[in-house]
């Protein structure tokens, strides 16, 4: 029986989530698997991977042969590394204590890589929020002097129009006493 070491498609449409898998290379996708490894979710920004290391190794010296895809998971969790590093000790390269450290200063480096990506995408997520806030500041002000302005305009008219309502009564009154001492008259 040839083992696989791939994933398993769990999630609703359009959110897949994964299961990493130790499974007969006969059975289905989604089908009958032998052990579960881990997790993967492509979701999240970097994917959020949670890997059982030693059953993995252990998997992969047992003769299970990983899919592409989880290669690469276990490549980037470091599963593939100690697999190379405890076949170093068992051939007499290495001792234990030599394979610990290398494994344990790669995973150190490896989790700096990961931390800086995060900062990164966090401090790029602050920069674009900043923009638009400035924007949008910009925006507020523009329209703020827009209706000032219009405002200034809409009292100059109001001006105007009070006066020729002014001048134009004072215009009207003297006619309208006129017609009035004829009537009396």
């Given at each position: 029986?040839?083992?696989?070491?791939?994933?398993?498609?769990?999630?609703?449409?359009?959110?897949?989530?994964y299961?990493?898998v130790?499974?007969?290379?006969?059975?289905?996708?989604?089908?009958?698997?032998?052990?579960?490894?881990?997790?993967?979710?492509?979701?999240?920004?970097?994917?959020?991977?949670?890997l059982?290391?030693?059953?993995?190794?252990?998997?992969?010296?047992?003769?299970?042969?990983?899919?592409d895809?989880?290669?690469?998971?276990?490549?980037?969790?470091?599963?593939?590394?100690?697999?190379?590093?405890?076949?170093?000790?068992?051939?007499?390269?290495?001792?234990a204590e030599?394979?610990?450290?290398?494994?344990?200063?790669?995973?150190?480096?490896?989790?700096?890589?990961?931390?800086?990506k995060?900062?990164?995408?966090a401090?790029?997520?602050?920069?674009?929020?900043?923009?638009?806030?400035?924007?949008?500041?910009?925006?507020?002000e523009?329209?703020?002097?827009?209706?000032?302005?219009?405002?200034?305009?809409?009292?100059?008219?109001?001006?105007?129009?009070?006066?020729?309502?002014?001048?134009?009564?004072?215009?009207?009154?003297?006619a309208?006493?006129?017609?009035?001492?004829?009537?009396?008259?």
């Open positions: 029986m040839s083992v696989k070491i791939r994933l398993q498609r769990h999630g609703k449409k359009g959110k897949p989530f299961w990493i130790a499974a007969d290379a006969r059975a289905k996708r989604d089908g009958r698997f032998l052990e579960k490894i881990g997790t993967y979710n492509p979701n999240t920004n970097p994917a959020t991977i949670d059982n290391l030693d059953k993995a190794v252990t998997w992969l010296f047992n003769g299970a042969q990983p899919t895809t989880a290669r690469a998971i276990l490549s980037y969790k470091g599963a593939l590394l100690k697999h190379h590093l405890e076949g170093g000790v068992r051939k007499g390269a290495l001792t030599q394979a610990e450290a290398k494994l344990a200063a790669w995973l150190e480096a490896k989790a700096g890589k990961v931390d800086a995060k900062d990164g995408l401090k790029s997520k602050a920069d674009v929020k900043a923009e638009a806030l400035k924007a949008e500041k910009a925006a507020n523009k329209r703020i002097a827009a209706q000032a302005e219009a405002l200034k305009a809409a009292e100059a008219t109001e001006e105007e129009t009070t006066e020729e309502v002014a001048e134009a009564t004072t215009e009207e009154a003297p309208v006493e006129e017609n009035n001492e004829e009537t009396q008259a």
